[in-house]
């Protein structure tokens, strides 16, 4: 049945294209301690593309999902091996007694899952699964599973007698190949200019592309339809929903000529999305705005003199001066 998925993924495969490739994965990780001391002796982690999805509950001896968004996860695999499994095989590594205090501080750290890379259109381009582990920060056991184009059969030979991992292995690339073709985010791209602090002829032109999932965007300020270069381009963030946001500025002239877009390409998009700015500076004052603030000003004070000078009049008037 695994042979018969891997060929079907096979035969997705189309020629190279130089369309930006998605990238997703599905993680677990481990972290056994034999002196705990202020660390819990046990963390477990499943983590989907850069998000917490599950952590294993140690008073339940179970995994517990996390803050899902999508029905999906809910099919994510999980390992069938427990704490008790984790202590049991780092206690061996360390030739200590598991039911007496260990004298010597020893760590076994796994990191299991799957990996896959596609083109915007669905076809599969790279899929791998691996097995890791390390003991007290040195790597001694790892095992790369390359599942296209072919399969590697001594090291299929070499996990067939780990039943529970060779399961996991197989559901993950599963899932990972399906759930990622179904949950997406569609992006929401502002752009907006403020004055530029350190030159009065200058703005800072600002594309805000926010709320998308998955994590690969591609976004760029454009000048009459042409990439503008010198851009400032900060990281791609979480926000607290799980979906994620991606910030760009460039230095343009204050009087401006052309029209500047933000230009947005994302998988969830049938296609790019494109936001003129309006030409507007959300902190600058102009300087018809300054005079028409100035001559209101004026009229106010003149006004109240007059008031001021009229009292002044009525008071003498009322004794008789």
């Given at each position: 049945?695994?042979?018969?998925?891997?060929?079907?993924?096979?035969?997705?495969?189309?020629?190279?294209?130089?369309?930006?490739?998605?990238?997703?994965?599905?993680?677990?990780?481990?972290?056994?301690?034999?002196?705990?001391?202020?660390?819990?002796?046990?963390?477990?982690?499943?983590?989907?593309?850069?998000?917490?999805?599950?952590?294993?509950r140690i008073e339940e001896q179970s995994w517990k999902r996390d803050h899902l968004t999508a029905g999906d996860w809910?099919?994510?695999?999980?390992?069938?091996?427990?704490?008790?499994?984790?202590?049991?095989?780092?206690?061996?590594?360390?030739?200590?007694?598991?039911?007496?205090?260990?004298?010597?501080?020893?760590?076994?750290?796994?990191?299991?899952g799957c990996e896959l890379e596609k083109l915007p259109n669905g076809t599969v381009t790279s899929l791998k699964a691996f097995?890791?582990?390390?003991?007290?920060?040195?790597?001694?056991?790892?095992?790369?599973?390359?599942?296209?184009?072919?399969?590697?059969?001594?090291?299929?030979?070499?996990?067939?007698?780990?039943?529970?991992?060779?399961?996991?292995?197989?559901?993950?690339?599963?899932?990972?190949?399906?759930?990622?073709?179904?949950?997406?985010?569609?992006?929401?791209?502002?752009?907006?200019?403020?004055?530029?602090?350190?030159d009065q002829n200058k703005l800072n032109l600002t594309c805000l592309t926010t709320g998308f999932?998955?994590?690969?965007?591609?976004?760029?300020?454009?000048?009459?339809?042409?990439?503008?270069g010198k851009q400032i381009v900060s990281e791609i963030r979480p926000n607290a929903d799980g979906s994620f946001q991606l910030r760009s500025s460039v230095k343009i002239n204050r009087n401006h000529k052309g029209s500047y877009d933000c230009f947005v390409n994302h998988s969830s998009l049938i296609e790019a999305v494109s936001v003129e700015w309006d030409g507007k500076c959300s902190d600058c004052e102009t300087v018809s705005s300054r005079s028409v603030t100035a001559g209101v000003a004026i009229g106010a004070s003149l006004v109240l003199l007059i008031v001021i000078v009229y009292i002044i009049y009525k008071m003498k008037r009322s004794n008789g001066v």
């Open positions: 049945m695994f042979c018969q998925f891997v060929v079907l993924l096979f035969l997705l495969i189309s020629p190279q294209s130089n369309a930006k490739q998605e990238k997703h994965f599905l993680h677990y990780k481990y972290t056994v301690l034999t002196k705990a001391g202020p660390f819990p002796e046990f963390i477990a982690v499943g983590e989907s593309d850069d998000r917490r999805i599950a952590h294993y809910n099919e994510a695999p999980e390992l069938p091996e427990t704490k008790d499994w984790f202590l049991n095989y780092l206690y061996d590594l360390s030739k200590c007694n598991y039911s007496a205090v260990c004298s010597e501080f020893h760590v076994l750290q796994r990191i299991i097995d890791e582990f390390a003991y007290d920060g040195k790597d001694f056991t790892t095992c790369k599973y390359d599942l296209l184009p072919w399969i590697d059969k001594v090291v299929e030979t070499k996990m067939d007698h780990r039943t529970g991992r060779m399961d996991f292995l197989m559901n993950c690339t599963k899932w990972i190949s399906t759930f990622n073709n179904t949950y997406k985010s569609r992006p929401d791209v502002y752009v907006f200019a403020r004055k530029a602090p350190d999932y998955p994590k690969d965007v591609e976004m760029n300020i454009r000048l009459d339809r042409s990439v503008v």
